[in-house]
């Protein structure tokens, strides 16, 4: 995808989700390509500002981490922001026919990635400073939002059935993310 874009994108996802969701489930982009041209850039951000902050808490005690330790910070965050939205897709493909909606992988991967776009962002405006950090939580709270927008058009989730869907998914989005920062962050980083 080209800059622009990617930037156009962005700004629809973040001002008019609704038409966003619409256009993209009228126009479904290559899902491989999408996430390849559009996600990965983005949970790359993602990954820097998630590395940023831990470097921050570290320097707050006092620690230095090494040079291992941010590229090796890095690449876990990548990593585990690419196996959340991957999983997560997978989880809430299966879960959208509890709702009543289409169980449909490649919309339930477009869905996952955009509404996760909020969350990657906003770790690195956590970065700029430690005060930041109640942005992730803005972030977070705009996920469950897009997820609660996308339902409907990408996964025909039904509108009384939405609020359920979102924040059921967005839990589902969440926990892998938590539960895999939490494993591998300190398994392979700053573990013993």
């Known amino acids: 995808m080209k800059g622009i874009i990617i930037i156009r994108a962005l700004r629809d996802l973040f001002l008019y989700p609704s038409r966003f969701y619409e256009h993209l489930a009228e126009n479904s982009p290559n899902v491989r390509l999408f996430f390849l041209t559009f996600g990965v850039p983005l949970m790359a951000a993602g990954a820097v500002g998630r590395m940023l902050r831990v470097v921050q808490q570290q320097a ?4 230095v981490p090494g040079t291992y330790q941010l590229v090796g910070g890095f690449l876990v965050s990548l990593c585990i922001f690419i196996l959340s939205v991957y999983a997560g897709a997978m989880l809430i493909a299966r879960m959208a026919k509890a ?12 869905l996952c990635l955009t509404a996760f776009i909020p969350f990657l962002l906003a770790q690195m ?3 700029i400073h430690p005060v930041m950090g109640f942005v992730t939580y803005a972030g977070l709270l705009h996920t469950v939002i897009l997820i609660g927008k996308g339902a409907g058009p990408l996964l025909n989730v039904p509108v009384r059935k939405t609020t359920g869907f979102a924040l059921t ?11 895999l920062f939490r494993m591998l962050f300190s398994l392979f980083i700053f573990g013993a």
Do not use: N, T, Y
């Open 125 to 127: 405006l956590a970065a």
């Open 99 to 110: 709702f009543d909606g289409k169980q449909d992988a490649d919309k339930s991967m477009l």
């Open 60 to 63: 707050l005690a006092d620690a």
């Open 169 to 179: 998914g967005s839990f589902i989005l969440f926990g892998i993310s938590a539960v």
